[in-house]
């Protein structure tokens, strides 16, 4: 691949010889005509007539037309070296190479900002479909290593009932991508994907709002940053419109969510004749306006005072609870095909389901006091409803824990009982829907290819992996092992001491009998073979464990 020479100023000349030179199917002339000055000559270790001398050839596998030295005689090495690649039909443009061994600044506008050419034949792009977490992680990993990607995406011309925008990587539930802590699970699953080169990490660490130990976006901003880094990436052609059918041909990355289409689910069935989908449903939290909120009932604190303050905490006398659960519980629910309460995901129950299990369960789930003393009382509530920052301006608030499927005006009825939420303003009202998912273990390998078909690989919740990050993460590492395939080179076995490597290795265990949904966790991870006092020492070793682990790896 050619580099700007070391001297300086290097010339249009030696910048076509430079690029021609890597390519097998280039016929080098005699030197370049030096009647124009500072052009330089073009090196004659090749025999053939270049474009641009006297009666010239076009060289073969270039456009009709080709290449002439510009008029300017400061032209420089970077504007022959892109002069040569424009003619060039096999060429492929392939960022990322370190800025250090490209000071040209022609050469990084023809190539956009620290790329580099890769000379091989020009191959049919990757197609994903759907523009989700994982589609949109999996089109930013492929894209990266100079791999065109045609990514394909419903919205707007259709939506489903649970999306609202028409930006890619819409989060649908939460505005949180949980923590952010490396004794946690998921946040080494976060610190993995970062020393990948993850996109939806770049832009949820960009657009983070304060949510103590935990990363939560502002979800508009996070969605637009992803958009707008997707469609302006020179190796990614964006096409609008649903995919009814999955190609019969070439390599394909089925992103498509738990929320596909009817007619790709149909699709997706007849890939799998012998196989049975599987489902869930799942559920969204209201959202109300922070200044609809009583802040003289309620004040901003984080568990335990860890962090910064930054929930707002309404808290409930155990009168005020029992009139609530009492209310709740009775509440009328909107009809939902199929659904019953155990068909719900346990990570992401409506508040309404986790209720009817018994009047206390929610004072150990999202209602839980302990660590947050009212600064009225200075006691613990007898139960506590949180809030959680859902935008930058910190004007919108989630209601956390509270995924719901009660009817609208029930909604508003019973969440007002709430004290410091007697006046709230709904903007966004709880929603459920149902998800489906693959029986994973029966059809896919670690790489998240389909077995027996390995051109096909599915990425993100259709393959059970279960959250925005978990999602993430599969679409980055199906699109690694297949930038890998494709350039004939070994896959990225990441062990089962990574996470990234331990969901993987989880949704391809034929072992495993009753499949279901799964959140990244240490449980999943081998453990250390030696004993850690305490739990968060003994996940911290975990993590340091598997970030050594990654370090070893070749990821490019």
Not at 163 to 169: G, L, M, T, V
Request: with cysteine.
């Amino acid at each position: 691949m050619p580099h700007p020479p070391k001297s300086l100023p290097p010339s249009w000349g030696e910048g076509v010889a430079a690029y021609a030179a890597t390519d097998e199917g280039a016929s080098l002339p005699r030197p370049v005509s030096m009647g124009r000055a500072g052009l330089g000559p073009v090196p004659t270790q090749r025999r053939g007539p270049l474009m641009g001398t006297a009666g010239a050839q076009r060289p073969k596998g270039t456009r009709r037309g080709g290449f002439q030295p510009p008029e300017k005689p400061s032209s420089s090495w970077g504007e022959g070296v892109a002069a040569y690649a424009a003619t060039d039909e096999r060429a492929v443009l392939r960022p990322p190479l370190a800025a250090g061994r490209n000071p040209q600044k022609h050469f990084i506008a023809a190539l956009r900002q620290g790329g580099r050419i890769s000379r091989r034949r020009a191959m049919e792009p990757v197609k994903i479909i759907g523009a989700g977490l994982a589609g949109c992680e999996a089109a930013w990993q492929l894209a990266q290593r100079g791999i065109p990607v045609e990514l394909h995406e419903m919205k707007p011309e259709k939506m489903t009932p649970a999306h609202h925008s028409p930006e890619f990587a819409e989060l649908v539930c939460s505005n949180s991508l949980r923590s952010d802590q490396l004794e946690n699970a998921v946040g080494l699953l976060k610190e993995e994907l970062r020393r990948c080169g993850s996109l939806i990490m770049s832009c949820a660490d960009a657009h983070r709002v304060e949510a103590g130990g935990a990363l939560a976006v502002d979800r508009r901003a996070f969605s637009q940053a992803v958009t707008q880094a997707i469609r302006s990436h020179p190796a990614v052609t964006v096409v609008e419109g649903e995919v009814e059918r999955i190609p019969e041909e070439g390599q394909v990355i089925v992103a498509a969510g738990p929320l596909a289409s009817d007619a790709l689910t149909e699709e997706i069935s007849r890939l799998f004749p012998d196989s049975r989908y599987l489902n869930f449903f799942d559920a969204a939290a209201p959202l109300v306006t922070f200044e609809s909120v009583d802040m003289t009932s309620a004040w901003f604190a984080s568990r335990y005072d860890k962090g910064t303050p930054d929930y707002i905490n309404c808290p409930l006398t155990e009168e005020e609870y029992d009139a609530f659960w009492t209310e709740l519980c009775a509440a009328q629910e909107a009809e939902v095909h199929g659904f019953e309460d155990s068909g719900v995901f346990e990570g992401c129950m409506p508040v309404e389901v986790m209720a009817r299990r018994g009047r206390d369960t929610l004072c150990y789930g999202p209602l839980k006091p302990v660590g947050l003393k009212d600064p009225r009382t200075g006691r613990e509530p007898f139960a506590v409803v949180q809030l959680r920052r859902d935008n930058a301006q910190g004007s919108i608030y989630n209601i956390v824990g509270f995924q719901t499927h009660l009817k609208w005006p029930e909604q508003k009825r019973v969440f007002s009982m709430i004290p410091g939420l007697e006046r709230a303003e709904f903007v966004r009202y709880g929603v459920m829907h149902r998800n489906t998912y693959l029986d994973s273990p029966r059809l896919l390998d670690r790489y998240y290819r389909v077995r027996g078909q390995e051109r096909i690989m599915f990425a993100g919740q259709i393959t059970g992996v279960e959250g925005y990050v978990e999602s993430t993460a599969s679409g980055a590492l199906a699109a690694m092992e297949l930038a890998r395939r494709l350039e004939g080179k070994e896959p990225i076995n990441f062990p089962r001491e990574t996470a990234m490597g331990a969901m993987a290795l989880y949704i391809s265990d034929q072992s495993v009998v009753n499949f279901q949904p799964m959140n990244v966790n240490f449980g999943l991870i081998p453990p250390l073979g030696y004993r850690v006092k305490g739990k968060r020492n003994k996940n911290a070793e975990l993590s340091k464990r598997a970030l050594e682990a990654l370090g070893e790896l070749e990821l490019s």
